[in-house]
Structure formats: C-alpha cells, structure tokens
C-alpha cells in the first residue's frame, strides 16, 4: 500500500526557512518522480516542484525559483522540500505527490495528507 | 504557461441528477488533462487522466471528454459523497497548472 507522510511545518517569520519532508513507502521510490503542492487557505492547488525518479532533474514554479530547493533521499525513501526567504504569500498547505506512472511526464496518483506553513511575524 | 479555467464556479445540483463540469486551456493540452475531486481537510484524489481514463477504484458515473483546449467531466448520477471541488491539471507542458476549481454543492 502506497503511504505518503508530509512533516515539517510550522509557523516561521518572513525571510526565515523550513524544510519539509515526506516520507514514502509502498513503492520504488527511486523509480517515481515527486512533487509537492500547495494550497492557500481557501484557495486551489498549484503547482510548486517536482523531481525525477533518480533525482537528477527538477522543475520549479517562478513563484519559488532561487527560494526553493526539492531533493530526495534515496537511501531513506524520503523527498524534502527546503524553503528559505519565505514571504506571506507561502503561507499554505504543503502536499507531497507521487507520479502515477514511471515517466518524465505524469499526473499525481498518491499524496500526503498534507502539512501547514504560516508565514508570519 | 498554460492557463486552465473551469467553469462554472459553483455549481448546485440534487443527489441523482447529471454534473457537467468544463475545463479550458489556454493552448492545446492534446490529451494530457487529468480530473481531480477535494473534499474539505483532505488532499485531492485523481479521477480521470489522460482526459478520459478513469483511475484505479474509480466509480463508473465519472466519466472525462475533450481533447484539445476544451474538456468535460461529467457524474451521470450525483452520489452525496460526490459533492466537493473538482480541479483539472495539465501535464503538456511545464510549469504543471491546474485549474482554479469548481465546488459542486448540494442543491
């Protein structure tokens, strides 16, 4: 059974940072590209960041370039999100997804229950 | 980037009736669309991928359409446990996007 658990969030002033993890079981995880998502309250999904299978190639949204770095841990069955120079505006919940097929190129068919992050002085 | 909007908003339908939810993008997506239903506190769970394949342990009544700029989903008989946001998303072209949601409500 596929089994995704986001942790790591909190409250963290502007300009401060945070790293989120999520950890997987249930599939190769080296085989399955990752992503996270996110969602302001009262608000819809988008996108963030995704990475391949083996790690070597990642994808960011504008919104969060240069701020946001995605990695996995193999050895660990674990994909981390590290955040720095948070703003208000990053204020969501954090969801970790995995691909739904071994591809450069998928939807998301598992996620994690997803983990807050309020952005605030 | 590509722009997905579904429309309409809300819509306000009784248990039993037919749900027709549109999602349009802004530049052809082929096939590459996917439906995704949320329920408050949960996360999303895919439905339909690849514009008209229902996922694993999907219920028969869901059904996708379109291909292009314009998709459809459609719930041929409304369940209560049917009543949520519907979010489609594109897998074209990066950065993935996802529409801004239609909340089906009890009418």
């Known amino acids: 059974e596929v089994q995704l658990l986001d942790s790591g969030g909190g409250l963290v002033q502007p300009g401060g940072s945070l790293r989120l993890s999520c950890a997987a079981s249930?599939?190769?995880?080296?085989?399955?590209?990752m992503s996270w998502v996110r969602q302001a309250p009262g608000k819809g999904l988008e996108w963030v960041s995704s990475i391949s299978g083996g790690g070597s190639t990642t994808y960011y949204a504008d919104s969060v370039k240069g701020r946001f770095t995605i990695s996995k841990d193999k050895s660990k069955n674990t994909l981390y999100l590290h955040m720095n120079s948070l703003r208000a505006e990053d204020t969501a919940v954090y969801y970790c997804?995995?691909?739904?097929?071994?591809?450069?190129?998928?939807?998301?068919?598992?996620w994690g229950q997803g983990t807050l992050v309020t952005v605030s002085s | 980037e590509i722009v997905l909007t579904q429309s309409p908003a809300t819509l306000s339908l009784s248990p039993g009736e037919r749900a027709t939810l549109s999602c349009r993008a802004s530049?052809?997506?082929?096939?590459?669309l996917a439906w995704y239903q949320q329920k408050p506190g949960q996360a999303p769970r895919l439905l339909i991928y690849d514009a008209s394949d229902r996922a694993t342990g999907i219920p028969a009544r869901f059904s996708g359409s379109g291909s292009g700029t314009d998709f459809t989903l459609s719930i041929s008989s409304l369940e209560p446990e049917d009543f949520a946001v519907y979010y489609c998303q594109q897998r074209s072209n990066w950065p993935r996007t996802f529409g801004q949601g239609t909340k089906l409500e009890i009418k």
């Open positions: 530049q052809s997506v082929n096939s590459f």
């Open positions: 997804a995995k691909a739904d097929r071994i591809s450069s190129s998928y939807y998301f068919d598992f």
């Open positions: 249930g599939f190769t995880f080296s085989s399955y590209a």
